[in-house]
Every structure is written in C-alpha cells, then in structure tokens.
C-alpha cells in the first residue's frame, strides 16, 4: 500500500496503545480520559429521545442541513447565552460530530502544509496529532497553574506569525489548568494587537467545582473591540450529558463556517440528526442544570480525594496543582528520596501494581516533561481512588 504523506506526520495515540495493558483483572484505571457512565442522565436522555420521535419523527430520522438540527441550533444558541456569551445567533454555529470534529474541521480549512499553529504545552493529545496530520508546525507556549503564560505566547506570536493559536483554557486536558480572567483578556487583546486566530476549546467549562470560572473568551470578547472577529469557539456535550451522542458545536466568523459547513459536507454531510434532536429536546425541558449540579458535586468530592491521598501517600515525590474543574489531575514526579522521577518508567511499573495512568510526554508537541503525568478522577470512586493512590505508592 502507498499511503498519504501526510500520514508520515502522526502515529498512534499513546493513550489508545495504553489502552491496551488495562486487561489485567482488578486493575484501577487512573487513565481514561472520559466522564462516568453512572452519571448519565438517561431517564431525561430517554425522555428526550421520545419526544424528539413524538414531535418531529420524520426531521429526527431524516438527513439534515449540514449546519445542523435548526431547533438544535436554537438551543445551543440559548445555551451560551446563559453562560455569558451574548449574541450568538443560531446561524453563527454550526453543529459538529463531537468538537473533535470541530478540529478536524479547522485543519482542513486554516492549515496548509508547513503553517505554523500554536498550542499549549502540554496539550490535547488528539489535537496535535490532527493538526499534524494537516502538516503544521506545532509551536508550544508554556503554561502553568493559571494558563498559557500571555508573555511567552506573546513572544512567540511575534515571533513565528502562526496561523493561528489553540487553547483550552479552562480545565485543560492534561493540566487540568484555568487561564486567569487577566490572562484571557490578554490573549483577545493580542488577537487584535497581532491579527491572530485563536480557537478556544471548552469542553470542561461547565464542569466547575466551587465558583464559576472567568467568563469564556467568547463572553469576554464583547469587551476587546475586533476579537469577536478572529475568535473561534469550540462546544462540546459529551463531558456534561453524553460522548455517545457526539454532538460538539464550533462558533466562528461567518467565512470561516462557510468553508467549514463545506467540508463538513465531504466528510459525514450531517452530524445525526436524531442525535440533534434528541439534545435539543433535552436542553429544550431545562434538565442541564441539575445534571451539571449533581456531575459537579460527584467529580469535586472525587478531585478532593484524588489530591488528598497523592499528598498522604507520595508527599514529596509528587507536585501537582489542586484542581477547580474538569477531569483530571496533572502531576510531576520530583525523584525526592530516590523515587522514580519518570513517568514513562512509572507507567509500566504502575500498571504491575494494578493501577494505571497515562504518562505526560505524549501531550508535548516538543520539549516534552518525562517527569508528568495524568491522572483522572472521574470515572473511579472515593475508596478505589485512595486504593489506587496506595497501588501508585508502592510503585514509585
């Protein structure tokens, strides 16, 4: 076979490869970046789906507008409004098979072999390979507690005129880390000062764990003039509802959608549109609240536990900042007392223990941190969590 160039640009997932390991039986998975099944709401899902068939049977079964599920597209409208973000219409999102597909999506319409994309470091996994795929040149800004340092990005801005930048500034994954409010107000003003692309993906906002986080950049952007024009905004419902109804949602200037909705069209014509429907339905009867309430409250009590026993059970071997959000824990192995201080070398050390995790140098798109790693909380209980934490105890 004479596969694509561009396919000399990317290997497998890591994670995915990891994966493969977690047969062993009783094994504690800190790895899996995905939200606990147990949380789905799916009487309110089953719900939605009934009436989604009772009031719109032919639309919901139907092929669609490649845009989206109009109704859909209304609700998502009114979605981000009671977030703050204040005048998108439903025709300035198109709806998404997951933001992941929003990605993709931005791949084939910005990058042309060779441009320069600039990315937090570390960053979403997925997101470097799909970027490469396109042929960029991956540039990493460095980050920490508080988000992208704005004044290394800066520089780097200046520096390779990227085409354009990518964050996830609130709860990234892997760091787990929330941009200050002075930061994200930074960033829309070097948007404007430099006439930059930034893409905004958030799709752990909503999952906060005591106050609101600072307002997204889309909400802020009302108040930088010119921002609103060069920022693209990328939804998701699979952390928050459901990953198996892939519906993701991308806000962006209009001739960006234009060239979006296109190649969309060659690549699945529509997102499905009993999916859609059945999420419009869902927003439509207002349960999103209590269920963010209750999702938050479980994930919370789970984070706390997850920082308490890395600090109880590897003290001075771990640094890691608490998280506020989201669904992971990012860490770094300091070697204090003669621990390993690798978390490759820890992975499969861990993993003969009965507990896994996935090690941090595969979320770099250069200069990568061996010492790193990623833990998630979500999916595993209070007891397996302190369990777990022992298992990676014994390991170091």
Known sequence: MQFADRLNNVETSAIRELFKLLGKPGIISFAGGFPDSAMFDVDGIQAAVNQALAEEPGAALQYGATEGYQPLREQLSAFMASKGAQGVAPEDLIVTTGSQQALDLLGKTLISPGDKVIVEGPTFLATIQCFRLYGAELISAPIDGNGVQTDALEKLIVEHRPKF????????????????????????????????????????????????????????????????????????????LSPGLRVGWMIAPADLLAKATMCKQFSDAHTSTFAQATAAQYLKAGRMPATLAKVRAVYAERAQAMGDALRQQLGEAIT?????????????????????????????????????????????????????????????????????????????
């Open 165 to 240: 930048v990518y964050l996830i500034p609130t709860f990234g994954n892997p760091s787990g880390a929330m941009l200050s409010l002075e930061r994200r107000k930074k960033v829309l003003e070097m948007a404007v000062k430099y006439q930059t692309v930034v893409v905004e993906d958030d799709p752990y906002g909503d999952l906060y764990f005591g106050d609101a986080p600072p307002p997204s950049l889309l909400a802020l952007s009302a108040s930088v003039p010119g921002s609103r024009d060069l920022l693209v905004h990328c939804g998701s419902l699979s952390k928050v």
């Open 320 to 396: 890691f900042v608490q998280p506020q959000g989201g669904l992971f824990v990012w860490a770094r192995l300091t070697g204090a007392g003669g621990k390993v201080g690798d978390g490759n070398v820890l992975a499969k050390r861990a993993i003969e223990q009965g507990v896994a995790f996935v090690p941090g140098t595969p979320f770099f798109c250069a200069h990568p941190d061996a010492a790193t790693l990623r833990l998630s909380f979500a999916t595993v209980g209070v007891d397996k969590i302190r369990e777990g934490v022992a298992r990676l105890a014994q390991a170091l």
